[in-house]
T-cell receptor
Framework: DTEVTQTPKHLVMGMTNKKSLKCEQH?????MYWYKQKAKKPPELMFV???????INESVPSRFSPECPNSSLLNLHLHALQPEDSALYLC???????????FGDGTRLSIL | GENVEQHPSTLSVQEGDSAVIKCTYS??????FPWYKQELGKRPQLIID?????GEKKDQRIAVTLNKTAKHFSLHITETQPEDSAVYFC??????????FGTGTRLKVLA
């Protein structure tokens, strides 16, 4: 019973493709996060949105473009990715500060 | 920059024994410390957390202790069971929304 829903679960794309990852939560949380996780490594923070505004960008390459259309939705637009971008991309949300994060099941991304 | 060190990287215990995982954080302003369990191919799940105004918190077989002076916090699992086998991550909140994760501990509970 995951409360943070991510789609798609798996994505394979070429280096010239454009795709988007989606994340949705209906818990009324005001902060939403994107993480990248490589195998056997901890989640690595990419972006944080607070009240639909970008609060943190951890110097992520511009080929990753986040978007927060409303308080329940978070997108990650992908363009011209590299093979090293293959990873599990996790979305999370939290009520505010300091509150626990709830993670989605992630999108497993493979770049060919 | 801020970082969180976590030890050990792997831990094997016999079923029924206790397991202890330790973390040290660098940002003295950190005031919230969650612990996550991640099974293979699954999402991180919060198992326990502690705030800086508390020294210890317990939830059944799981406990967390915090030493703010030393900037240490630890996870204690008692009466371990095979289903406790997973990777455990500690984290420290640095600033308003920036969670810094430890490098993870792979716990194996041997039946």
């Amino acid at each position: 019973d995951t409360e943070v829903t991510q789609t798609p679960k798996h994505l394979v794309m070429g280096m010239t493709n454009k795709k988007s990852l989606k994340c949705e939560q209906h818990m009324g949380h005001r902060a939403m996060y994107w993480y990248k996780q490589k195998a056997k490594k901890p989640p690595e923070l990419m972006f944080v949105y607070s009240y639909e505004k970008l609060s943190i960008n951890e110097s992520v390459p511009s080929r990753f473009s986040p978007e927060c259309p409303n308080s329940s939705l978070l997108n990650l637009h992908l363009h011209a990715l590299q093979p090293e971008d293959s990873a599990l991309y996790l979305c999370a949300s939290s009520q505010g500060y300091p509150q626990p994060q709830h993670f989605g099941d992630g999108t497993r991304l493979s770049i060919l | 920059g801020e970082n969180v060190e976590q030890h050990p990287s792997t831990l094997s215990v016999q079923e029924g024994d206790s397991a202890v995982i330790k973390c040290t954080y660098s940002d003295s302003a950190s005031n919230y410390f969650p612990w996550y369990k991640q099974e293979l191919g699954k999402r991180p799940q919060l198992i326990i957390d502690i705030r800086s105004n508390v020294g210890e918190k317990k939830d059944q077989r799981i406990a967390v202790t915090l030493n703010k002076t030393a900037k240490h916090f630890s996870l204690h699992i008692t009466e371990t069971q095979p289903e406790d086998s997973a990777v455990y991550f500690c984290a420290a909140l640095s600033g308003t929304y920036k969670y810094i994760f430890g490098t993870g501990t792979r716990l194996k509970v041997l039946a």
